[in-house]
């Protein structure tokens, strides 16, 4: 796979991992992420500038990310029903073999449910992939929030 | 802006019913006028309000910013290792000083005509205070004295730092009563307290009804589903509360027993009727909910809940300081201090990230307050005239319990407000 395809097939993963958070589809979000190593943590730029290393939400598993979403599957967890939508820009990917270092910035909007939409989030994307009998897997994904001021609650994975 | 005067105005804006607090008027909870009284009357009166732990400022010039109300606040360390705190702007033109969060730095300069205090507060120096040749300069009257920062008094217990701007404050000991003394001692002075994480979470309610939550441990295990499901507090745990002599101060607290997993039966009919419980819920890493407690007292959750916006959480086996920033009658701020401590093995230290996922605005049995207290804001601003209704556990006298599901102590919460803010008389 050249840089050109290897590029293109990682912004598709972004895209698809952000379709599936906008989606709603949370039962999809664990299969995104290497089952037998995998990280995922949503961070705030204030801590990870004073080097402070306890996220927000921290899954050092893949049992504890598939508990993360298994509240929003079931339907047992009290949250406001949002339309969330991700754009994801400024992709860059470092190959360094195996591990694929890819940077990423986010944006998240919130949408009610009657149409009033505003930022929700936004902050970068710090991420370690790996190509997995050519199929790419998330061994890494840190989300470093700069709108660490969560507004009201974060129910759902970034 | 004297608000006093016109507190008959605003008392006649709202009735208090009952003399036991068990009825609360709503126009509380999102009036502009009860709000900017609250920032005189509570937040410059007689209350410690929390500013920082002072694992935060172990150095001379360390310093953070915070807030006591609507005020910003700057508390730093001297040489001698004492610390101080004043107000967060300049005696000349009323300029924000210091505009980070935290840092370090042997004085506070005025960004805009470069006045520069001490680390005590006071005016050290002002440029061209004698003029330029002969010419311009402050008048002969003018003496650096007169024009120091407005300084709070400070008083720390197990580090935490409390500041208040009234010299009717009681001292900070008599304020908290002894129940908060023992649980400050019990979490903090045992090991010693370092930061390992802040968490904010952005409220879209009003700050006493945040106040109400933590003094609420009927809503525990109702509202959090996870914490019941995974033995952390059940209505069937055996517990209570207990308020220091203003009522003000609660400590609410769960303790682990050996039958509270024969429980399930009892736990199934709290919930009759309701589709909330599922005794069948299993974790696929279940690592998170089989972290030990570092203390072997079998306290499973302290709330230490102290007028009028600081609490000390230990929920599970986390440790964290909440602090309340209101933002208007209809927003505020809840930050959140998580600790570890230095003597915390590698395992231990891992055990508070993990179990850090039950807290915060994410957390598995606290983000769902975030929300309550949202659609409770939403709800409640269409009530004006009407009031709340505070009859779990009972009504009437306003006294310590030995069971979980009650509202008693949210009552002796309104009780001191309703003091503090002059409504008596």
């Known amino acids: ?158 | 802006m004297d608000k006093s005067k016109n507190m008959k105005n605003l008392k006649d804006k709202v009735e208090w019913p009952t003399s036991d607090f068990s009825r609360v008027p709503y126009e509380i909870f999102f009036d502009q006028d009860f709000y900017e009284l609250e920032m005189e009357k509570i937040f410059q009166g007689p209350t410690w309000n929390y500013l920082a732990h002072s694992c935060e400022i172990p150095n001379e010039g360390d310093f953070v910013t915070n807030w006591i109300g609507d005020v910003n606040i700057i508390v730093n360390r001297t040489a001698n290792g004492d610390i101080h705190a004043f107000k967060n702007s300049c005696s000349h033109r009323g300029t924000r000083i210091v505009d980070e969060i935290r840092g370090n730095s042997t004085r506070h300069v005025c960004p805009y005509h470069l006045w520069t205090f001490n680390l005590e507060g006071n005016l050290a120096s002002v440029p061209l205070e004698k003029g330029l040749k002969g010419k311009g300069g402050m008048p002969p009257c003018f003496e650096k004295e007169n024009h120091n920062l407005r300084k709070l008094r400070v008083e720390t217990i197990g580090g935490m730092i409390f500041a208040t701007f009234s010299e009717e404050t009681e001292p900070l000991l008599d304020y908290l009563g002894p129940h908060c003394q023992s649980q400050i001692s019990r979490l903090l002075d045992q090991r010693t307290p370092k930061v390992t994480g802040y968490m904010r979470q952005m409220i879209e309610g009003n700050w006493k009804l945040y106040n109400e939550n933590v003094r609420d441990p009927y809503h525990a295990s109702l509202l959090h589903l996870f914490q019941v499901s995974f033995g952390i507090q059940q209505p069937t745990m055996k517990g209570g509360i207990k308020m220091d002599k203003d009522t003000k101060n609660t400590w609410n607290h769960s303790i682990l027993s050996d039958d509270d997993n024969t429980s399930s039966v009892d736990l199934a009919a709290a919930y009759e009727g309701t589709d909330k419980y599922d005794p069948n819920i299993k974790l696929a890493d279940p690592a998170i909910a089989n972290v030990p407690l570092d203390l072997d007292d079998g306290y499973k959750t302290t709330l230490l809940s102290m007028f009028p916006t600081s609490v000390l959480a230990q929920v599970d086996n986390t440790y964290a300081i909440r602090h309340l920033r209101p933002k208007g009658p209809g927003k505020v701020e809840l930050n959140i201090t998580y600790l570890g401590f230095e003597e915390d093995t590698e395992e231990q230290a891992f055990g508070k990230k993990l179990t850090a996922n039950f807290i915060g605005p994410s957390g598995y049995i606290s983000m769902e307050d975030g929300e309550a207290l949202r659609l409770e804001q939403d709800g409640l601003k269409m009530r004006a005239g009407d009031h709340s209704v505070l009859e779990m556990g009972g009504i009437g006298e306003i006294a310590d319990t030995d069971y979980l599901s009650q509202e008693i102590s949210i009552r002796g919460f309104w009780s001191h407000y309703h003091k503090l803010m002059g409504f008596e008389g």
Do not use: W
């Open chain 1, 1 to 158: 796979m050249n840089k050109i395809e290897l590029h293109l097939k990682i912004e598709r993963f972004l895209f698809d991992y952000a379709d599936c958070l906008n989606e709603k589809r949370y039962g999809d979000f664990p299969a995104f992420f290497k089952e037998d190593d995998c990280h995922y943590e949503v961070q705030s730029k204030e801590n990870e500038d004073l080097g402070l290393t306890v996220p927000i939400m921290g899954c050092y598993s893949h049992g504890m990310i598939r508990d993360r979403v298994a509240q929003l599957v079931d339907n047992t967890l009290t949250y406001r029903r949002l339309n969330l939508r991700h754009f994801i820009s400024n992709i860059r990917i470092d190959d360094g073999k195996p591990e694929i270092n890819v940077n990423a910035n986010f944006q998240v909007m919130q949408s009610d449910l009657e149409g009033v939409s505003k930022l929700y989030l936004v902050g970068r994307y710090e991420d370690k992939l790996i190509l997995d009998q050519n199929e790419l897997k998330l061994i890494s994904k840190r989300a470093i929030l700069d709108s660490f001021s969560v507004p009201n609650m974060l129910a759902v994975p970034v």
